[in-house]
């Protein structure tokens, strides 16, 4: 049965507020630091632990990218977090070449 939209919505912003404080922490750096890493500002990290708001695309996936961890995996959607480069390149394989370059 699917969730209903609020609680989604709920879900996801929490286990991406919880999910990224304990990433930061596990690397000992503070929000300052980490929002650099990423291009962002303080005060736009603090917002996303807090659960304030959520990151853009682009922001969700460079960050996925400075941890080392999937975005599904941010999002809760994945209890894994490593990102799994050989499911990525078995999943691309199927992508027409502009799909491909699209995404490169």
Known sequence: MPRKKQNFDSFIVQSFALRLTALRR???????????????????WQRYEYGATMPTVETLVN????????????????S??????????????DFSPSEKNAIA
């Open 26 to 44: 596990e690397k000992g750096i503070t929000q300052a630091q980490a929002a650099a890493s990423v291009g962002i500002t303080s005060n736009q």
């Open 80 to 93: 894994t977090p490593a990102l799994d480069l050989n499911e990525y390149r078995a999943a691309r394989a």
């Open 63 to 78: 960050i996925a990218d400075y941890f080392g961890v999937s975005v599904d995996y941010l999002l809760g959607r994945s």
